[in-house]
């Protein structure tokens, strides 16, 4: 009796424990988050979750990015049509130095005043050629008045016809005297003038002035030297108003590379900054050991920041094309991936792999992997990582 009702129990109570285990399944399957919220890539943040105000996410933009970029090493060098190199026109003592090294001139500002006996030579020169001028002004006067008075004479038949033409050649000569001494005084006067002396002055000091504006950049003279060799350079001036860049670029690119094209230059005095310039020229000859070709260009520095030997980089892009560019900071690198959170609804994020290409000024290229349109995060991708 007691073995029936145990059965029966137990057949009473089987069917109310599979109804209780298939409820509690039911609730579970329910109370479970969507597909999409368990992989892992995705990660789903409520709306009034206080991370999404910590969240910015900005869509990308699509750029010129190079197709293809040399980079080379570069140095700053004086652009050599704006040097001029100070050398003394005549031998003589140095009185005086007017400027210092580092100094800025002004075009015909005076460098140094020099005492040559040359100087006394030019004006003596100069005054010893009026002299020859006004004796044969005099002689002129004569030999055109002794050919008037032989002509009357002549035509009185007072005198022969070989008379005349002796007078005639002796005014023609005259007259050449004339000339010759006039081209010499014209001679003296221009020297004077380009020394920088007045005509009529003994003992005067010859000046030097600076033939362009710019900075002293050499100063090989002092006061008390004598100088006679004219060739040699005393002040140096450079103009760094523009300034060069020479980069050496290999061999097997150089055909991308053509005058007139604009180029970036990163110099290491200026971290994160980038200057522009335009391609000169292109060196003639290849250097045979490194197998590179010397590239010029020139960069503006009227504010006076680029000093020549200063060393950096130079980018020069080949054609462009159009690809997604992001903010370097929604960039993500993990476990040799790179990555970036893309937003695909308000509050919802799936964590991609990218290609990275070229950098473009701040931003960053990419080739693969992201669409211009998209929205990535650039700001507080920690939370989202924290979260995944």
Same mark, same amino acid.
């Given at each position: 009796?007691?073995?029936?009702?145990?059965?029966?129990?137990?057949?009473?109570?089987?069917?109310?424990?599979?109804?209780?285990?298939?409820?509690?399944?039911?609730?579970?399957?329910? #109370?479970?988050?969507? /597909?999409?919220?368990?992989?892992?890539?995705? &990660?789903?943040?409520? =709306?009034?979750?206080?991370?999404?105000? %910590?969240?910015?996410?900005?869509?990308?933009? =699509?750029?010129?990015?190079?197709?293809?970029?040399?980079?080379?090493?570069? %140095?700053?060098?004086? *652009?050599?049509?704006? &040097?001029?190199?100070?050398?003394?026109?005549?031998?003589?003592?140095?009185? #005086?130095?007017?400027?210092?090294?580092?100094?800025?001139?002004?075009?015909?500002?005076?460098?140094?005043?020099?005492?040559?006996?040359?100087?006394?030579?030019?004006?003596?020169?100069?005054?010893?050629?009026?002299?020859?001028?006004?004796?044969?002004?005099?002689?002129?006067? +004569?030999?055109?008045?002794?050919?008037?008075?032989?002509?009357?004479?002549?035509?009185?038949? =007072?005198?022969?016809? +070989?008379?005349?033409? *002796?007078?005639?050649?002796?005014?023609?000569?005259?007259? #050449?005297?004339?000339?010759?001494?006039? /081209?010499?005084?014209?001679?003296?006067?221009?020297?004077?003038?380009?020394?920088?002396?007045?005509?009529? %002055?003994? =003992?005067?000091?010859?000046?030097?002035?600076?033939?362009?504006?710019?900075?002293?950049?050499?100063?090989?003279?002092?006061?008390?030297?004598?100088?006679?060799?004219?060739?040699?350079?005393?002040?140096?001036?450079?103009?760094?108003?523009?300034?060069?860049?020479? /980069?050496?670029?290999?061999?097997?690119?150089?055909?991308?590379?053509?005058?007139?094209?604009? &180029?970036?230059?990163?110099?290491?005095?200026?971290?994160?900054?980038?200057?522009?310039?335009?391609?000169?020229?292109?060196?003639?000859?290849?250097?045979?050991?490194?197998?590179?070709?010397?590239?010029?260009?020139?960069?503006? *520095?009227?504010?006076?920041?680029?000093?020549?030997?200063?060393?950096?980089?130079?980018?020069?892009?080949?054609?462009?094309?159009?690809?997604?560019?992001?903010?370097?900071?929604?960039?993500?690198?993990?476990? /040799? %991936?790179?990555?970036?959170?893309?937003?695909?609804?308000?509050?919802?994020?799936?964590?991609?792999?990218?290609?990275?290409?070229?950098?473009?000024?701040?931003?960053?290229?990419?080739?693969?992997?992201?669409?211009?349109?998209?929205?990535?995060?650039?700001?507080?991708?920690?939370?989202?990582? *924290?979260?995944?």
């Amino acid at each position: 009796m007691i073995h029936r009702r145990t059965l029966f129990s137990l057949g009473v109570l089987f069917p109310a424990f599979l109804s209780l285990s298939c409820g509690s399944r039911n609730a579970v399957v329910e #109370s479970a988050p969507p /597909a999409a919220a368990s992989d892992p890539a995705r &990660i789903v943040l409520p =709306a009034d979750s206080p991370q999404l105000t %910590k969240i910015r996410v900005e869509t990308v933009s =699509a750029a010129d990015v190079p197709a293809k970029e040399i980079v080379a090493p570069g %140095k700053i060098e004086s *652009n050599p049509n704006r &040097i001029a190199h100070v050398v003394l026109p005549v031998a003589g003592r140095v009185a #005086s130095v007017l400027v210092k090294v580092g100094d800025f001139v002004q075009q015909g500002a005076p460098l140094l005043r020099l005492e040559s006996p040359d100087v006394d030579a030019a004006v003596s020169t100069y005054l010893q050629g009026q002299g020859s001028v006004a004796q044969a002004t005099a002689a002129l006067r +004569k030999a055109n008045a002794d050919l008037e008075r032989i002509r009357d004479l002549y035509e009185h038949s =007072a005198i022969a016809r +070989k008379e005349v033409l *002796n007078a005639e050649i002796a005014a023609a000569q005259a007259q #050449s005297v004339l000339d010759q001494a006039t /081209a010499s005084v014209q001679q003296s006067q221009r020297r004077l003038q380009i020394l920088g002396l007045t005509p009529d %002055k003994f =003992a005067q000091q010859l000046t030097l002035s600076a033939p362009l504006s710019g900075r002293i950049t050499e100063l090989t003279v002092a006061p008390g030297e004598f100088r006679n060799d004219l060739s040699a350079s005393l002040i140096t001036i450079a103009d760094l108003s523009s300034v060069w860049i020479a /980069a050496d670029v290999p061999e097997s690119e150089i055909r991308f590379v053509h005058p007139g094209e604009r &180029i970036e230059i990163e110099l290491t005095a200026f971290p994160g900054e980038t200057f522009h310039g335009r391609i000169l020229r292109l060196a003639d000859m290849v250097d045979p050991q490194a197998r590179t070709i010397r590239v010029r260009a020139e960069l503006d *520095n009227t504010q006076g920041r680029l000093r020549p030997e200063m060393f950096g980089r130079v980018r020069h892009a080949g054609g462009t094309q159009q690809l997604p560019v992001v903010d370097e900071s929604a960039v993500l690198r993990r476990d /040799a %991936k790179t990555l970036v959170y893309v937003e695909e609804s308000p509050g919802r994020f799936v964590e991609r792999e990218v290609t990275l290409g070229l950098r473009v000024g701040r931003k960053l290229s990419v080739t693969s992997g992201l669409q211009a349109g998209e929205r990535v995060v650039v700001e507080g991708s920690i939370y989202l990582r *924290n979260g995944s």
